[in-house]
């Protein structure tokens, strides 16, 4: 690199016209002053290396547009299978779904669509040979275990509960893994106190069940109250809105390294066993599960949730005091029909499937599209856990903010199959870049 003197005392840097390929989001300055780039994501460009104040450089940024991939698939999968159980020991069924339950750890929750039966939760901290159900108080059970957690998924027993012949079941399968899901085992002492976990943000929403013993489970949501959710609880056994209490949660929020549990025997008996399954509340842009509250219009132009992103499952608790209605649950794997009939379960019923046309995806969240009270009644308050679904969408650039835009509009990403060439300039070593779309769909 040379540099030369121009009118306005200022040094300009001068380069050879080669083109430097960016793969990453770093733009090194020092490297030349022509770059290029194809996407294959969301880039938020950053620029290092510029010249020293005093030191005017120029340089100009090729785009070709293109898109990005998210895949949720070895976080998070919705399967559904048939059983084969019948009167007779290795009657199993396998389900490979890519998740490694035996390495990774994690929850498989089962339930029946086609008959009346329990939820089933099995997780890799107790075991594949015990299970809890959401719709009951019961501690652990041991009935009706799985075969084995494997590193594809997971193995059925023979039983009627998981794996009756003719029988078509769902299962939705949590992977542990940092911003989505974590799970802890603790043995209570009566005292409040902190409770660690991995979970690496914030939690969205906390289940706690004793295991040793019979006992209603507790539920934390962050959207039970706007300022202050940690002063109430709700069962997700029970039909019943959210209540308040200060011996739950010690009336302190949770943190992203622990949460609290305070004097309560259904969070923290003493000697009795817990367990606490943990789902986040990620705000990143590659976000793949959030934990929120609505308020129905009891419409069928209903209140349409923005997540940012197209989700594959949602459950939706009403919240109202004063109100009785269930956790349902719906996917897009059963089904999300646009205009069509939603088939859902509910969380606090062995009740089989049922279906209902009440809730649409769009590409940036879901809305409601019925006033059934369950999902929007008129005035009603609600809380919901989506998580993200797989989709492919034109990449997007985030530039820097100390670039100055044109009337302070920065410009739109060139879309698929088109170039568009971006120019810069910098004379105060950073702070501040000029810059300006030059080109646009270029073929």
């Given at each position: 690199m040379k540099a030369f003197k121009i009118k306005n005392g200022l040094q300009a840097s001068r380069y050879l016209l080669s083109s430097t390929t960016i793969s990453g989001s770093t733009i090194d300055l020092s490297l030349g002053s022509m770059f290029s780039t194809t996407l294959s994501s969301d880039p938020a460009y950053t620029f290092t290396n510029p010249p020293a104040s005093g030191v005017a450089q120029a340089f100009s940024l090729e785009v070709a547009g293109g898109t990005t991939t998210f895949n949720n698939d070895s976080t998070f999968s919705t399967d559904l299978y048939t059983g084969t159980y019948y009167n007779e020991d290795g009657d199993k069924t396998t389900v490979n779904n890519g998740i490694n339950l035996s390495s990774d750890g994690g929850l498989v929750w089962l339930k029946s669509r086609s008959n009346t039966r329990r939820h089933m939760l099995f997780d890799t901290e107790r075991g594949a040979s015990v299970s809890l159900s959401s719709n009951t108080t019961g501690g652990n059970l041991t009935s009706d275990p799985l075969d084995s957690f494997t590193s594809t998924g997971f193995i059925t027993g023979d039983n009627y509960e998981t794996n009756e012949q003719g029988e078509t079941y769902v299962s939705w399968t949590f992977k542990k893994q940092a911003k989505f899901f974590d799970i802890v085992?603790?043995?209570?002492?009566?005292?409040?106190?902190?409770?660690?976990?991995?979970?690496?943000?914030?939690?969205?929403?906390?289940?706690?069940?004793?295991?040793?013993a019979a006992a209603s489970w507790r539920v934390y949501h962050r959207g039970m109250d706007a300022t202050s959710p940690q002063n109430y609880f709700m069962g997700i056994n029970l039909t019943t809105g959210l209540q308040a209490s200060s011996i739950q949660w010690n009336d302190t929020a949770p943190t992203d390294t622990a949460f609290t549990v305070g004097t309560s025997g259904n969070v923290n008996g003493s000697g009795n066993e817990f367990i606490a399954y943990i789902f986040a509340h990620d705000t990143a842009s590659d976000s793949r599960i959030k934990c929120g509250s609505y308020v129905g219009n009891g419409s069928t132009a209903g209140p349409e949730i923005n997540l940012g992103w197209s989700p594959q499952w949602v459950m939706i608790k009403r919240t109202d005091t004063d109100i009785a209605d269930s956790w349902i649950i719906h996917d897009t794997v059963r089904g999300i029909v646009s205009g069509g009939a939603d088939p859902y379960l509910l969380a606090s019923s062995s009740a089989a499937e049922n279906s209902i046309s009440v809730i649409d995806v769009t590409s940036t969240g879901f809305k409601l599209t019925a006033g059934y009270g369950g999902w929007d009644g008129s005035g009603g308050n609600y809380i919901y856990m989506a998580i993200r679904g797989n989709a492919t969408t034109d990449s997007a650039?985030?530039?820097?903010?100390?670039?100055?835009?044109?009337?302070?509009?920065?410009?739109?990403?060139?879309?698929?199959?088109?170039?568009?060439?971006?120019?810069?300039?910098?004379?105060?070593?950073?702070?501040?870049?000029?810059g300006k779309k030059a080109a646009e769909g270029i073929a």
């Open positions: 085992t603790y043995t209570g002492t009566g005292v409040a106190r902190n409770i660690s976990h991995s979970l690496g943000s914030v939690p969205g929403m906390i289940l706690v069940k004793r295991t040793n650039i985030t530039w820097p903010t100390s670039i100055k835009w044109p009337a302070g509009v920065a410009p739109t990403t060139p879309v698929p199959g088109k170039k568009d060439l971006f120019t810069f300039l910098t004379t105060d070593g950073g702070t501040t870049y000029y």
